[in-house]
């Protein structure tokens, strides 16, 4: 997966919690949800780097279409490459982190108990 530098990490995510649907909820929160639910698997979103060190990102869901923005799909993506980092980066993000790997071990464990 895609690497962002550290500025860059600021910059996307810093911009999502700044965009607001309709409901008042901010992108960010809402790729959030998107992780935790497993939705943002729904749709085909890529993510890489031009040579120059720009992101290039693309999704074939319907925001996208409409608004050729990034959609939450899009930050749902840099936000699982970037774990690590955001866990270490403030309080709420390693709360976050630490509720989205405990529902993904709970799900595995889950699976496993369907056999
Ligand atoms: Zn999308």
Known sequence: MVKLSTSQL????GWASRQRDAKGRSLLERARQS???????K???SLSKAEDGAVVWDCDCPYVQKTGKPCKHVIAHIILAHMEELRE?????????????SKQVEEAIN???QF
């Open 89 to 101: 980066s403030s309080k709420a993000w390693e709360e976050w982190v630490n509720e989205y790997w």
């Open 111 to 113: 699976a496993f108990a």
């Open 35 to 41: 992780l935790l639910s497993g939705s943002y698997l």
């Open 10 to 13: 600021k910059e996307v995510l």
């Open 43 to 45: 749709y085909n979103t």
